[in-house]
Structure formats: C-alpha cells, structure tokens
C-alpha cells in the first residue's frame, strides 16, 4: 500500500445526494484510518460546516488534519492548531465587493466565525450556504469590514446569471486571484496562490510525504488544484466533465458509495 494521505472534498463526493455519509463510506474510511493512512477532508466550506462531519467519521484526533475554505485554512482538528491560514486583504475584498455590484451579484465574505454580507437583501444561495455549513450570517457595510479576517470570498447566484456575469470579469482581477465554481451558483475567490493543491502540497510537506504517497477524490473544477497535484486523481462518476479529463480513476457516483469504491480499490487493496 502506497497511499499515505487522502483528501476527499464533501459536497458531491463523500455525501450523497441526501447529504449522507453511507455506511460503506463510513466504513472505507475507518478502514483506511486503521490502516495508518491520512484521511483529510478537503473542501470550500468553513472549519464551522466541517465539525460535524469530523465528529462522525471519527477524525478529531491528535494527528488528524482538515483543509477548509478551499486551502485558505489547514488545521489540526484535535487542537483547532493552524497550519495554513491565508487569506484576503481588505483592499482585495473592496475590489471584489465594488465588482459584484456592478454585475449584480450577492456576494459574501467567509471568516472562522461567520459569513459577513453587505446585500440588504441577502442573497438566497448566501442563506442556503449558511444553513449547509451551519454558520452565523452577519450583515455589515463595506467600512465596517476594515478589521476583519478574510479566508474567502463568494459570489453566488443562479447558475445561469453566475455564468453570464462570470464573463464580465476583468481579465486582470482573474489572474490576480485564484477563481473557481464550487457548485453551479457558487464563485469562490482566493488568493492567487491558496487553493486545495497548495494546501495538499505544503501539508504532506509537513508530514515528511512525497506527493506520490497522496490521493485526491474530488467532482468540481475548485477540486481542480488537488487533483493536478497528488500522485493518484479520482473523479467522481457525477464529476463534472472537464475534471474527468484530468482523472487517474474515475470510481463510482456520490450516490454509489464512490468514495468508499475508491478507497477499496487504490489504496487498501
């Protein structure tokens, strides 16, 4: 067995469409946990919509680490210890927050302890979000935001007005920010160089593994990062198409026990 770390992103990979955690999944993972391997939860979402998922599978021992707010933040989950924590500046999210007006988008800034907003109206997708990850809302004026620690910002809307307005961004914010679709009515931006992948890379570092010694199970194009950089890529069946094309395996749906698929067949067999 070569594999000695996998990350695995939540939404569309290791739940299903009920947002579970299947009993075979459950079980892969205890498997592999026992078998000494890593297992380190790689998402977009806040530490605050990971606890729970950390809790039932386990993962809240000394050792064990999770990826959020798509790399802007590594932690150890026994001690809440940062590894990584990189975020945007306030010039950054002034610059993005003037842009989503202009495009008329609702738009939210993610910190450890909440979701900051300064729509009045507060974008549907925004309180959809906050219910996912079970986090506190707060609205505030773009002053107000002066003192605050940015992990991550989103834009989010229907998809369709997502994608139209995504075209409208300047070529120039694009290159200078790492921007990428989490889900059809979810933008996350980061800084240029936080991603997953960054974060993967600099955690295997740490724990003195090479990237071959690493897996990565994803189905978006925010999974992108870290499926270009571990030495074995899985994409999910429901991935989307262009991930596929960059896939060492592609293993069952999220509804098919994918996740578990994956772990059985590349890293315990």
Known sequence: MNIKLVAIDIDGTLLNSKHEITPEVYQAIQDAKQAGVKIVIATGRP?????????????????????TFNGGLVQETATEHDIINEGLSYADYL???????????????????????ANRNIGKYTIYEAQLVDSPVFYRTPEEMADKDIIKIMLV?????????????PT?????FNVAKSAPFYLEVTPKHVNKGEAIQQLSAFLGLTMEQTMAIGDQENDRSMLEVVGTAVVMENGHPAIKKIATHITKSNDENGVAHAIREWVLD
């Open 95 to 117: 610059e993005w927050e003037y842009l989503a007006r202009q495009l008329d988008l609702p738009m939210h800034a993610s910190l450890k302890d909440g979701m900051y907003t």
């Open 157 to 169: 809307d229907e998809p369709e007005k997502l994608d139209a307005a995504m075209t409208q961004i």
């Open 172 to 176: 120039p914010l694009v290159e200078r």
């Open 47 to 67: 530490i605050s919509g990971v606890k729970s998922i950390l809790s039932q599978l386990n993962l809240l021992d000394e050792g064990d680490y999770v990826i």
